[in-house]
């Protein structure tokens, strides 16, 4: 009777932890992996806020770049530098723009799994299955908003990062969440493309 009820009392206990964690944003991130495993575009794209992200990405990524070449041209000697810098301005829209559609591209790819992000590129090293060792090391939720921090991204990768912070929101009515956004999205571009710094060359 003892061992029944202690048996009751642990299935209980499980029962409510389940419950809790699979409402955490660490459920979500879990799932969203599996998904992108299983190539199975629906259901990875259903834990990330794809337009929100690469509208930001772009801009971060515009804005980088932007300041990396007027600063180039403050600096150098030849004339017409305002000129030169109302036009770098003017056709910043337009990069944004094309950078947008990459960033686009290539979320799709990587929620869907294809195996183009797998070429012989610099990006070889992102082959899905990599992403098993990607793991939470801290996450910090206040009401419907989360920054998590995740580590064991493979490597070698682009930017050399072995951590990424990540923002996720609840997502309405439901008690799962999808990332809204990459906080750091500017200072890692101003590392990689800033003033004096040149991109590797791919391979």
Do not use: C
């Amino acid at each position: 009777m003892i061992a029944l009820a202690v048996g009751l009392l642990l299935a209980g206990l499980g029962a409510e932890w389940w419950h809790r964690y699979t409402g955490t944003p660490e459920y979500s991130l879990s799932q969203l992996g599996k998904a992108v495993k299983d190539q199975n575009y629906g259901k990875a794209s259903y834990y990330v806020d794809e337009e929100r992200i690469a509208s930001a990405i772009s801009q971060s990524l515009t804005d980088v770049l932007l300041a990396k070449y007027t600063h180039a041209i403050q600096n150098d000697p030849l004339p017409f530098t305002e000129t030169r810098i109302e036009i770098l301005q003017k056709l910043a829209p337009h990069f944004h723009d094309l950078a947008l559609l990459g960033v686009q591209n290539g979320i799709r790819l990587l929620l869907s799994g294809n195996p183009l992000l797998t070429g012989t590129s610099h990006f070889s090293q992102l082959d899905v299955h990599n992403f098993s060792g990607v793991h939470v090391v801290r996450s910090t939720v206040n009401g419907d908003t989360a920054d998590v921090m995740v580590a064991g991204l493979p490597q070698p990768n682009p930017f050399n990062l072995a951590e990424l912070r990540i923002r996720m929101v609840r997502i309405p009515n439901t008690r799962q969440w999808r990332i809204e956004e990459i906080p750091d999205a500017t200072a890692i571009f101003a590392t990689y493309f800033g003033p004096g710094r040149e991109a590797p060359a791919t391979k």
